[in-house]
């Protein structure tokens, strides 16, 4: 390819060299399945994947439920992952016999 580069785009190459992201896989990303997705559900599935290891820890998981119809765009598999690796962050940097709270709302649009 002839012509000027973009720096943009060896920014971006650098960047994604620098936190390990492939272009193979910002592309999969950016092209995930997106739905309207309920975050009760991605939380009720979050909490279902990190209670074996919270019990085990002696750490509990308070959830706090949103209402039904709190919804975000997105990819559920990926949101559920994302929840579940905070929650398993919580749990690891927690000491025995304390609780994680796990909540979600509006502050104006944001969710």
Same mark, same amino acid.
């Given at each position: 390819?002839? !012509? ?14 620098? /936190?390990?992201?492939?272009? #193979? ?5 950016? =092209? ?9 559900l991605v939380i009720a599935e979050a909490v279902t994947r990190i209670r074996p290891a919270?019990? #085990? =820890? !002696? ?18 598999? #990926?949101?559920?992952?994302?929840? @579940? ?7 690891? @940097? ?10 979600? !709302? /509006? ?5």
């Open positions: 390819m002839t !012509g000027k580069r973009n720096p943009h785009m060896e920014k971006g190459r650098v960047l994604l060299a620098v /936190t390990g992201f492939h272009p #193979q896989r910002w592309r999969e990303l950016l =092209s995930a399945e997106r739905e309207v997705v309920p975050l009760h919270s019990e #085990q =820890s !002696g750490i509990e998981i308070r959830v706090v439920e949103p209402d039904v119809n709190l919804a975000v765009m997105g990819d559920r598999r #990926q949101l559920v992952s994302a929840v @579940y690796n905070l929650l398993d962050n919580a749990v690891k @940097y927690s000491d025995a016999g304390s609780s994680v709270d796990v909540s979600a !709302g /509006t502050h104006g649009r944001l969710v």
